[in-house]
């Protein structure tokens, strides 16, 4: 049974950090790149980062960079999202995806074909 299990969200004051968790099984983690997408009450889901299978390449949506890092551990089957000075706005329900094409990073939700339940992150003021 494929499988992706986040954890690791939460109510922090702004300014905090989370770490996000997601844990994969049923399928070759290894070869497929992975993203955290996020989505907030009545808005659009939204991309927040990817990650190259080999992890070496990542991508941001311009609200995140030089605060939140993606990073993966091939041999635990897990990708991270470690999240700085955090912001009211980066309040969401927070999702990774697995994408199993070659080519460049996607940002586009559609593109991924497995998904994790998700996990909330609050961010208080």
């Known amino acids: 049974q494929v499988l992706l299990v986040e954890s690791g969200g939460g109510l922090v004051q702004a300014g905090g950090s989370l770490r996000l968790v997601c844990a994969a099984s049923g399928f070759s983690f290894s070869r497929y790149a992975m993203g955290w997408f996020r989505q907030a009450p009545g808005k659009e889901r939204e991309f927040v980062a990817a990650i190259r299978r080999d992890a070496g390449e990542t991508s941001y949506v311009d609200s995140v960079k030089g605060r939140f890092t993606i990073s993966r551990d091939n041999a635990k089957n897990t990708v991270y999202l470690q999240m700085n000075n955090l912001k009211p706005e980066d309040t969401a329900v927070y999702s990774c995806?697995?994408?199993?094409?070659?080519?460049?990073?996607?940002?586009?939700?559609?593109?991924?074909?497995?998904w994790g339940q998700g996990t909330q992150v609050t961010v208080s003021s």
């Open positions: 995806a697995a994408n199993g094409e070659y080519g460049p990073l996607r940002t586009a939700a559609a593109r991924y074909n497995t």
